[in-house]
Each structure stands twice: as C-alpha cells, then as structure tokens.
C-alpha cells in the first residue's frame, strides 16, 4: 500500500525568502503520480503542482518547484519568493496509476512579514 | 474553466438524521471520489467510483455510507444515520481517462450537533 509522510507538521519562513517542504513516499508501484495540494483557510483543495514518476526532470510552477528524488522516494516542494497569501496548509499526495490519492498528514506553512 | 461543485457548502444536522451531500463533477469525467477531513487532521480516501459501481471503498465507509449518480450528472454521498464523529469536511473529485489529476471540489462542512 502506498504512505505519505509529511515530518515537518509546520514551517515558519520570512516573506520573500525560500522553504522546502519535505515529502516521502513509499509505493511499490513504478507508474505513480505526485502532489503537492495548498489549502487555505477556506478549506478548498487547490492543487499546487504534480510531478509525473516517469519524468526525471523535476516539475515547475512559477515560485514553486519541486526535488523528485525517485531512488530515495523523496518529493520536496520549494517555494521561492515567499508571500503572504502563501500561508496554508499544504499536503504532499501521491497516486498510482489509474488509483486512489493519498494524502500525507500535511505542513502548515506560515509566512512572517 | 470546468470545476466540481459541491453543495451545500455547509450543513448542519442533528445526530441520527440522515445527510445527502451532493457533487457535480466534470462532465465526460469518468472516475469519482470522496475524501472526508476531520479538523486538524489528513484527507482520508472514502470511495472511488466507476462505471455505476463502486471500485475501491476504505474502511471507513462502513454501511451508514452510501454513493450514489442518479441522473449521470450528479454524484451524492449518503449518511443514513449521522453520528458526532462524521462532523468533518468532505470532498468530492472527479477524473477523466487520459489525465490523471484530479480535480477536487471547495467541500461541504458537515457539522453533527
């Protein structure tokens, strides 16, 4: 069965600075899928950016990126140029082919100004 | 730009009654889903849905839980006698054959007094 294990269960960066969320995973499977999903206080699932497991160069979204380790299952997402309304809590998630997501137990991420 | 709509956004309901929640997923999407977050807590898979017939359900959802698309076009969640602990944001997602993201819906806040 796949895991999701997010470690960090909140994160406190400077506006306009760098962080890295971290991510693991553990999946038996070769064809998967990887998430990153933001949810703001609203609640509302806002996918942030997803890393196809085939692919060896790593996804990227504007200030958001992501370090898809595939030997060490490792997914981190970077966050450059922090701003403010990048506080929420955010959810590493992964899925098999044609399966379930499954979500990690989340980061909360809170930007000071 | 397609989404899935969830209504209502939130309910309120007394113990013992049943709740139908309610989800339009994206047309000419095949697969649906159900995720439940209790507060504070991970997004935790419920049911998967496909081809009028339920392909994978979590342990979760045990026999006060059922799913249902009626029309072709919505997707509903029942509860037949809620319970405090079924308080929790759920969410509804749909997905088409070739793409595998899945596009969630803003939830319904189902609050058990």
């Known amino acids: 069965a796949q895991t999701v294990t997010q470690s960090q269960p909140e994160m406190s960066v400077q506006e306009a600075e760098t962080v890295t969320l971290s991510c693991t995973y553990d999946?038996?499977?070769?064809?998967?899928?990887l998430f990153w999903y933001k949810q703001p206080p609203s609640r509302q699932m806002i996918l942030v950016i997803r890393?196809?497991?085939?692919?060896?160069q790593n996804a990227t979204e504007n200030r958001f990126s992501v370090n898809f380790q595939k030997a060490a299952k490792s997914f981190s997402l970077k966050i450059s140029d922090s701003q403010l309304g990048d506080a929420a809590m955010y959810f590493c998630?992964?899925?098999?082919?044609?399966?379930?997501?499954?979500f990690g137990k989340g980061t909360r991420l809170h930007i000071l100004p | 730009e397609p989404e899935v709509t969830q209504t209502p956004s939130h309910q309120v309901t007394q113990m013992g009654q049943e709740v139908i929640l309610r989800c339009v997923p994206i047309?000419?999407?095949?697969?649906f889903y159900w995720y439940r977050q209790i507060l504070g807590q991970k997004v935790e898979f419920l049911v998967s849905?496909?081809?009028?017939?339920?392909?994978?359900k979590s342990e979760i959802f045990d026999d006060q839980f059922s799913v249902e698309r009626p029309d072709g076009s919505n997707f509903t969640l029942k509860i037949r006698s809620t319970k405090l602990e079924d308080s929790a944001m759920y969410f509804c997602?749909?997905?088409?054959?070739?793409?595998?993201?899945?596009?969630f819906g803003q939830g319904t806040r189902l609050t058990v007094v």
């Open positions: 999946t038996s499977e070769s064809d998967y899928y």
């Open positions: 849905f496909y081809n009028n017939e339920i392909s994978e």
């Open positions: 997602a749909s997905r088409d054959r070739r793409n595998t993201e899945a596009f």
């Open positions: 998630a992964a899925q098999n082919r044609d399966d379930k997501i499954i």
């Open positions: 047309s000419n999407h095949l697969y």
């Open positions: 890393q196809e497991a085939y692919k060896q």
